[in-house]
């Protein structure tokens, strides 16, 4: 028979991951939702400047000289090329002020028909609310906080879900029949079975560009010494764009440097038949993340659906090829991370990628509703109406504990272990991660042991073993993420070599002492 203490202590898991997690699981997904369809929605946006005559069109040339004489001061950041025949180019521009950005519209005849600005489309502001909830840095942790509570309520339902001696109805579809509030239980169970799989590849996904998570796959790209260029996604709320480097390129001008046309690059950016954004970037432009481009002229697809995407690099000054980079040649964490973000934003395979995420949005705000109903019908009127407490003792409360807390500190260990020090082998965090989790064990059973003797007081022998690891991992942490230059296993390889050579010393000059006399 199941442990009725336990199967309450997972449900009351569950209520309180819930009732936080609710509110933002309904803005995170139906902001998700939206967001799938960015390609349909830029487009939406863009429709005045489509379907556009194409008779007698000018060279790009021509169009960036409308464009700058439109705006003067501007910088001249990027040339999209148009998705299909009688789309206008679009021109990337930085304003005067050098704090705003446009994206201009010019004819194919070189008219210049309007702009936008990037940070007012829909799909921008959509992804501000589900990155951020508009609030910035604040909202990120709480987005981020939310995604992580989000995957404990899903994996403590899937816990309750788990048929016990159940037949399909009720497990894998709703019964019918049996009054609304078994078709209410049943709808908020089966659809948790149904979504639990998609909604963690989607939580999972998204914790990358989220801060404290994206720092640390950050800080583990720099670290395991496989780094092969800038890294192309974001984590957290702000993606500020790199400085343009526009002196260099003045600099270039004023030595009688000539320069290959905007034209040129046009021309060869068509010939290698990018996936739709194809951009030309001006030597020195800002990206979207990392560092700006080189001085040179850069052809590159910005799809979202990333693993299409290619580089091509052309000098400046006589138009050769210099570079060329596609996906397979990025940093395997890049590689990681951009399937799980082309998969994430619903462009991974078109759009059935797209109705899946869909499907997904309306199973978690289904999961939301159905779950708030069943809450709102046993809720007293004077409480709250969580589970009753399990009759949990005293100690296994505070294991309770120790569990939830080892459960966040984890993570970081891992993070922390997996930078290996300066010659040696990733295998040696592998390594020292399986001896500090057996020492921890082994110290915890000999405090047990020592305490059920009453030799040691049973709360100095479950705490002191977990505050002493808590404070080892902590600081390994924040010196590897905090610390210029910081190599936690180094550091613990030279405490332990210190820690060595004392205790030799020492027995070496007791067994000196020990020695007769010749």
């Keep these: 028979m199941e442990n009725t203490s336990f199967y309450r202590t997972i449900w009351r898991w569950h209520f309180y991951a819930s009732l936080f997690v609710m509110p933002l699981i309904l803005i995170l997904a139906t902001t998700g939702a939206i967001y799938l369809f960015k390609p349909q929605l830029d487009r939406w946006e863009e429709r005045a400047f489509t379907n556009l005559p194409t008779e007698q069109p000018v060279s790009p040339n021509i169009q960036l000289a409308a464009v700058m004489a439109a705006n003067p001061g501007a910088q001249f950041q990027s040339y999209r090329l148009p998705e299909r025949a009688g789309d206008a180019a679009m021109i990337h521009i930085g304003l005067a002020d050098g704090q705003s950005m446009r994206d201009v519209y010019v004819s194919p005849q070189g008219k210049v028909l309007g702009s936008i600005d990037p940070e007012s489309r829909i799909s921008a502001t959509v992804s501000r609310i589900h990155g951020s909830l508009l609030i910035g840095k604040m909202g990120d942790w709480i987005v981020e906080l939310a995604a992580c509570w989000a995957i404990v309520m899903i994996l403590t339902g899937l816990y309750m879900w788990w048929p016990r001696g159940q037949r399909f109805a009720g497990v894998v579809w709703p019964r019918l029949g049996k009054g609304n509030r078994v078709f209410l239980r049943d709808l908020h169970a089966v659809t948790g079975f149904w979504v639990s799989g998609l909604a963690l590849v989607l939580l999972t996904t998204g914790l990358p560009w989220a801060s404290v998570w994206g720092d640390a796959f950050r800080i583990a790209r720099a670290e395991l010494g496989l780094v092969q260029g800038a890294q192309d996604w974001k984590t957290g709320s702000a993606a500020p764009h790199a400085e343009h480097d526009h002196d260099a390129m003045m600099k270039m001008q ?53 693993p299409l995407n290619r580089s091509i690099t052309f000098d400046v000054a006589t138009g050769k090829e210099m570079s060329r980079t596609g996906f397979a040649d990025k940093h395997v964490i890049d590689r990681a991370v951009n399937y799980g973000i082309a998969w994430h934003e619903g462009q991974l395979f078109g759009w059935i990628n797209q109705l899946v995420g869909v499907l997904t949005a309306v199973g978690l705000i289904t999961l939301v509703v159905s779950g708030f109903l069943m809450w709102r019908r046993r809720k007293p009127d004077d409480a709250l109406g969580a589970p009753p407490v399990a009759a949990l003792p005293p100690k296994m409360r505070g294991v309770v504990i120790i569990i939830g807390v080892m459960a966040l500190l984890l993570p970081l260990l891992a993070v922390a272990l997996a930078v290996p020090p300066k010659r040696s082998s990733s295998a040696l965090g592998v390594f020292l991660s399986i001896v500090m989790v057996v020492t921890y064990h082994k110290i915890n059973e000999w405090a047990e042991g020592m305490g059920s003797l009453n030799k040691v007081d049973p709360f100095f022998a479950l705490w002191t073993p977990f505050l002493l690891f808590a404070g080892l991992i902590c600081w390994m942490y924040w010196t590897l993420a905090y610390k210029p230059g910081g190599q936690p296993i180094g550091a613990l390889e030279k405490g332990f070599s210190v820690l060595g050579k004392s205790i030799r010393n020492l027995l070496a000059r007791k067994q000196a002492k020990g020695m007769p006399s010749v």
């Design 254 to 306: 004023a030595a009688g440097v000539p320069l290959v046309g905007l034209a040129d690059m046009v021309a060869k950016a068509k010939a290698e038949r990018l996936p739709h954004p194809a951009l030309v970037k001006a030597p020195g432009a800002p990206e979207r993340f990392g560092p700006p481009a080189p001085m040179a002229w850069t052809i590159k697809s910005e799809a979202q659906n990333r």
